[in-house]
């Protein structure tokens, strides 16, 4: 078996645990095709607690299918918690619970991935994550949390 297509199966198939553990059905998460909207993540060596808020800006209305967000935490990852999104305004989008899936060299839970489902209109949103003492991020996001963030325009 290819090693690109080795790839896309176990893709899956963490896609589908994910799903299943949030109570999500294929049908649903699965309706639209989501792409990458953002992504700050990059290569390079992390230090844990941002000293900066990741903000995201939707031009458009946006639902937002997976957010996903990187604790690193010194090669031991971090118990999955919770995000959400805050509007400019103040309203409180989520908060989510995330499933933790391996890093980097199989380090636990350093991904935390929820599949939110929601629609926010155009706007500004910070990202908060329940464990920012163990979020990840360096001199590339410039001191914001690393997030990558799938969705679409509606």
């Known amino acids: ?40 993540g990059n290569i390079y060596a992390v230090k844990n607690r941002p000293t900066r808020t990741t903000v995201l800006v939707f031009d458009t209305q946006t639902r937002i299918t997976q957010i996903k967000t990187y604790h690193w935490n010194n090669g031991r990852g971090a118990p999955a918690g919770t995000i959400a999104l805050q509007s400019s305004s103040g309203e409180t989008f989520g908060p989510w619970r995330t499933v933790g899936l391996p890093g980097q060299g199989g380090v636990p839970s350093a991904y935390w991935v929820a599949l939110p489902d929601v629609s926010l209109p155009a706007g500004e949103y910070t990202v908060i994550d329940s464990g920012p003492s163990t979020w990840a991020h360096n001199a590339a996001t410039s001191g914001s949390g690393m997030v990558e963030v799938e969705g679409f325009p509606e």
């Open 1 to 40: 078996m290819s090693r690109r297509r080795c790839l896309t199966i176990v893709t899956a198939s963490l896609m589908c645990a994910v799903i299943a553990l949030s109570g999500l059905s294929l049908r649903t998460a699965f309706a639209q095709q989501s792409e990458k909207i953002f992504d700050n």
